[in-house]
């Protein structure tokens, strides 16, 4: 079973607010993701981390998303202003290094914009 | 870019007969698939993986076989059960350890 730990697991904001998530790895696990999981239940991938260091990212996570994986710190995700189109399901996932592993994946964090 | 299709939103079955998902991707490079299966209110978890063309892999009575000559990668079970009931999603892991979902298919499975 999965031992990847997202916190909170719900969380409300109001547009313009600061929303902030944050994701434990799972243990020796170096290359972390985010995704946003829409109502329709899509994934969207956002960004990925090798330690500490971006792998990839989306455009959409260079404006009002951020997010970084330091060192002995949980990960985690924050957007600056939140919007009612970033209402949707959060979720992290960590794996070992290399394509051919699986991602072991969080409960996620539910954020609602009202 | 790289991709993966489902082409089914939503199947709906009675319990005891076999399934087929549809997985189709396309990359450049050297592919590794995945099936996740997604309960209600549940983490998705790893069903199946392969990067093995033409061989079939099997998990907890799900079975698949990549196919790269039709870059497919089709998900099935002889006999579902009410527990199959769930989100199932294929995905493609290309280079720079970035994974692409295809956009899933509910499984619904009824007495």
């Known amino acids: 079973n999965s031992k990847v730990i997202q916190t909170p697991r719900y969380l409300v904001k109001g547009q313009g607010q600061k929303a902030k998530m944050r994701c434990i790895p799972e243990?020796?696990?170096?290359?972390v993701f985010w995704y946003q999981q829409n109502k329709n239940n899509e994934f969207k991938f956002l960004i990925n981390?090798?330690?500490?260091?971006?792998?990839?990212q989306i455009d959409m996570t260079e404006k009002r998303f951020s997010a970084e994986c330091p060192s002995n710190s949980p990960c985690s995700l924050e957007i600056q202003s939140s919007e009612a189109g970033d209402s949707a399901l959060y979720l992290c996932a960590s794996s070992l290094l290399g394509l051919s592993y699986e991602q072991y994946f969080g409960p996620g964090t539910r954020l609602t914009v009202l | 870019g790289d991709s993966v299709t489902q082409t089914e939103g939503l199947v709906t079955l009675t319990k005891g007969l076999p399934v087929m998902l549809n997985c189709t991707y396309q990359t450049t490079y050297s592919p590794f698939l995945f099936w996740y299966v997604q309960h209600l209110n549940e983490a998705p978890k790893l069903l199946l993986k392969?990067?093995?063309?033409?061989k079939r892999t099997e998990h907890q009575g799900f079975y698949a076989t990549l196919h790269k000559s039709s870059s497919s990668f089709h998900l099935q079970k002889s006999s579902v059960q009410l527990s199959d009931s769930a989100l199932y999603f294929c995905?493609?892991?290309?280079?720079?350890?970035?994974?692409?979902f295809g956009s899933g298919t509910r499984l619904l499975v009824s007495p």
């Open positions: 243990k020796g696990h170096p290359v």
């Open positions: 981390f090798q330690n500490q260091e971006v792998l990839q």
């Open positions: 392969s990067s093995t063309d033409n």
């Open positions: 995905a493609l892991g290309t280079g720079g350890y970035k994974v692409v």
